[in-house]
């Protein structure tokens, strides 16, 4: 099965700074990596997604990039504040049916204003 | 956007009791639920795929005895904890996919379970 793994566990920036989360997968067959955020005690929030057949996508100040030889993908936080700060998931699946989502371990952002 | 809810919130349950959860699709046909289980400061782990009408598929190490899960219609899926322990207090979260939401999985709120 597939299996993600995520770094790092925790992440402390001043506001204003950029945060990158790092993520790796396993299966060569997963085509889709959602990225979720998470507030404690709520439900996880989809915040961006790549697909397999593009390099990168950016949405304001996030931005996910993937290289699916090296089946690496990261998130990117751009210009960060207070309201960043929450546990981030990166996940990975495959698109196209009732595929199960495999998730990263997380990782605890902390702005610093 | 698809809305998926949870019944209830949060439970408090003695050792020993059942304590069933209710997921819901409120505006669209789920065909797939997922259930999810989540301890404190860790990641979501699957715990079983649940297809509307048919047996729901259980992760390894679960044990469908159980948690037992019933997909009765597109729009509602229960999980029950059966002769709950305190090791089963956990953050149960659901989440809702269908054809016609490109797969994309909505979750639900989350249900905190505590058994005393």
């Known amino acids: 099965g597939e299996n993600v793994e995520q770094h790092p566990s925790t992440l402390s920036v001043q506001e204003g700074d950029s945060a990158v989360i790092k993520c790796t997968y396993s299966?060569?067959?997963?085509?889709?990596f959602p990225w979720y955020k998470q507030e404690l005690g709520k439900r996880p929030q989809l915040i961006i997604d790549?697909?397999?057949?593009?390099g990168e996508k950016k949405d304001q100040r996030i931005a996910v990039t993937l290289n699916k030889t090296a089946k690496h993908f990261s998130l990117h936080i751009t210009e960060t504040q207070p309201e960043d700060s929450a546990v981030y998931f990166c996940?990975?699946?495959?698109?196209?049916?009732?595929?199960?989502?495999?998730f990263g371990t997380g990782t605890k952002l902390q702005v610093i204003p | 956007g698809a809305v998926v809810s949870q019944h209830p919130s949060w439970v408090i349950c003695k050792s020993g009791t059942s304590v069933k959860i209710e997921c819901r699709s409120l505006?669209?046909?789920?065909?797939?639920m997922f259930w999810y289980r989540q301890f404190p400061k860790q990641s979501l782990m699957l715990m079983a795929t649940?297809?509307?009408?048919?047996?729901?598929?259980?992760e390894q190490g679960v044990e469908k005895d159980k948690f037992l899960i019933n997909h009765a219609s597109l729009t509602l899926s229960t999980l029950t904890v059966t002769s709950a322990h305190p090791e089963d207090s956990s953050f149960y979260i659901c989440?809702?996919?269908?054809?016609?939401?490109?797969?994309?999985?909505?979750f639900g709120p989350g249900t905190r379970l505590t058994v005393t």
């Open positions: 505006d669209f046909q789920a065909t797939t």
């Open positions: 989440s809702a996919s269908s054809q016609e939401s490109s797969y994309e999985q909505y």
């Open positions: 299966d060569s067959a997963s085509n889709y």
């Open positions: 649940s297809n509307e009408g048919s047996k729901a598929t259980y």
């Open positions: 790549i697909r397999s057949n593009v």
């Open positions: 996940a990975a699946t495959e698109r196209g049916g009732y595929q199960k989502v495999t």
